[in-house]
C-alpha cells in the first residue's frame, strides 16, 4: 500500500490546527508541505514560520518540498524548522551532489524533483545517494491541476533504475493525483502519492486518504 502524503497547499490555512489534526487521525503517514518562492516557480506560497508551528502539531513525517532557487542557502533553516525530508528540485541545483551531501548531513532524508520535461535519465548518478524521487505529475507552482499520463512512463522507468541497482528509494507522484489515477500510478512503481485537493476539498477527508491508501 502506498504511503499517502497530504499536500498542506490546499489545506485550509485559517483553521491550520484542524487541518494538522485530520491528517495526524488518518492513516496517512507524511505531511507534505510545497514551498515556493515565485522565482523557481509563478507562485508564492509559505515557508519557514509556518513549518515550524506544523511540527509543533504533529508527529509524523514532514515531507519539504523546495520549489526555490539556491536552495542549499535554507536547508539548514528547514532542519530547525523540523522538516525529515527535504527535497530540491534538479532544475534549480547546478551543484546538486553538495546539496544532498548538505542535506544528509543535516539528519534529513534527501530527496530530488524532476518537473515533466525533465528525463529521468539525469537521475543515474545521484540515485544512489538519495532517499526519494519526486516526479512531478504537473507543472509546479499550483494545487488543482491534471495529471499528465506521461508520467506513468517515467515512473516505470525510474522503478527500473532502482530496482537494477538493488537501491531503497521512495518514488513519490505529485500532482493531480486522483481516485481514479492513483491504482495505475502505484501500478507504474511508485509508493509514494501526494495528495492536496483530493483530500482537502474532499467532504470526507479522512475517508479520502483511506481510499487513495486501499486503491
Ligand atoms: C504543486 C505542488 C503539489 C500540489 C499538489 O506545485 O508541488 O504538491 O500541492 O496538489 P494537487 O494534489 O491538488 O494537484
Ligand atoms: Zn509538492
Redo the contacts with the bound molecule.
Keep these: 500500500m502506498p504511503i499517502i502524503a497530504p ?1 498542506f ?1 490546499a489545506s485550509n490555512f485559517l483553521r491550520l490546527e484542524e487541518e494538522c489534526n485530520m491528517v495526524n487521525n488518518s492513516e496517512a503517514e507524511w505531511f ?1 508541505l ?1 514551498v515556493m518562492d515565485g522565482r523557481f516557480v509563478p507562485n508564492i506560497s509559505f515557508g519557514l514560520p509556518v513549518i515550524e508551528h506544523i511540527r509543533k502539531a504533529t508527529t509524523k513525517i514532514c515531507d519539504v ?1 523546495l ?1 526555490i532557487e539556491e536552495p542549499g542557502k535554507y536547508a539548514a533553516d528547514f532542519r530547525k524548522a523540523g522538516a525529515d525530508n527535504l527535497c530540491v528540485h534538479i532544475e534549480a541545483c547546478p551543484n546538486l551532489h553538495r546539496n544532498i551531501q548538505q542535506i544528509k548531513e543535516l539528519g534529513m532524508k534527501a530527496g530530488v ?1 524532476l518537473n515533466p520535461h525533465t528525463p529521468v535519465h539525469l537521475l543515474v548518478d545521484i540515485l544512489h545517494e538519495i532517499d526519494l524521487v ?1 516526479l ?1 505529475s504537473v507543472n ?1 507552482g499550483f494545487g488543482g491541476q491534471k495529471f499528465i499520463p506521461y508520467t506513468l512512463e517515467k515512473i516505470k522507468q525510474v522503478r527500473r533504475m532502482i530496482d537494477e541497482r538493488g537501491l531503497n528509494v521512495h518514488i513519490e507522484i ?2 493531480g493525483v486522483t481516485f481514479d489515477n492513483a491504482a495505475s500510478i502505484v501500478a507504474a512503481g511508485a509508493d509514494v502519492l ?1 495528495a492536496g485537493s483530493t483530500v482537502f476539498n474532499s467532504k470526507d477527508p479522512v475517508g479520502a486518504i483511506a481510499k487513495l491508501k486501499s486503491l
Excluded: I, Q, R, T
Design positions: 499536500s497547499l507534505h510545497d518540498h520549489m524533483a519526486n512531478m509546479p505529485d500532482g501526494v
